[in-house]
């Protein structure tokens, strides 16, 4: 089955300093979300891409989406405390139009 | 605009014993998906409900069943409880329309922990 594998699995950066988390498929996909989840709170969507190679921002984060629409990054400029949490991307196979499988997350610690 | 909610957002069985648990939507959603999120890991797909019916299911046994209701509300039901069933159980809603791109919304879930 699809696997979606992300790295690294966690992080501690000072505030100020770039973070970025990749995020892998073994398989193509339609789409990709990426999530955040705040300790002891639920996934709140982000951002979604769609076109192969795409570029969107929103203020310090970057994503994209890979060429071949199987990897993805996210990147954070002068992270701040309160961007700590998980951060998750989730993907739709080609082909499967309903099911999106999460990532396997990469943790933030994000300390002054 | 009531976000989703779930109910109850603790739980405590014992091994063997049956449980449910239920979703409503966000207001003008009209798609249920549920999650299984076990600690420190990205929530797992169980299946997506869709017009009352179940759309498609992820890698979990027959144990785990659901519904969804006319007014698009929800409920997971676990029978035979394994204390591996233990974890955080997401409802995510989305309106699909013509589309299945749709961002979830997730519930702050129940904490089910068996023993």
């Known amino acids: 089955g699809q696997q979606v594998m992300q790295i690294p699995q966690y992080q501690h950066v000072q505030e100020g300093e770039d973070f970025t988390t990749y995020c892998n498929s073994s398989?193509?996909?339609?789409?990709i979300q990426w999530y955040k989840q705040r300790p002891g709170g639920h996934p709140v969507f982000l951002i979604q891409l769609v076109k192969s190679g795409e570029v969107k921002k929103q203020k310090r984060l970057t994503f994209q989406f890979g060429e071949a629409k199987k990897n993805s990054s996210l990147h954070i400029t002068a992270t701040q405390t309160t961007d700590v949490g998980t951060y998750f991307c989730?993907?739709?196979?080609?082909?499967?139009?309903?099911?999106?499988?999460f990532g396997t997350g990469t943790r933030l610690q994000v300390t002054l | 605009d009531a976000g989703v909610t779930q109910s109850p957002t603790h739980l405590i069985k014992t091994r063997g014993q049956q449980v449910t648990l239920r979703c409503s939507p966000k207001s003008g959603h009209d798609t249920v998906s549920w999650y299984q999120q076990a600690l420190g890991q990205g929530p797992q797909f169980i299946f997506q409900y869709y017009e009352e019916e179940e759309r498609q299911r992820g890698n979990f046994p027959d144990r785990f069943s659901g519904h969804q209701f006319p007014n698009y509300s929800s409920e997971l039901n676990v029978n035979a409880l394994l204390l591996g069933d233990s974890a955080l159980y997401l409802c995510?809603?989305?309106?699909?329309?013509?589309?299945?791109?749709?961002?979830?919304?997730f519930g702050n879930g129940t904490r089910l922990t068996v023993t």
């Open positions: 398989t193509t996909l339609s789409n």
């Open positions: 989730a993907g739709r196979a080609a082909g499967t139009a309903s099911k999106l499988t």
């Open positions: 995510a809603s989305s309106w699909q329309g013509a589309s299945y791109n749709s961002p979830l919304h």
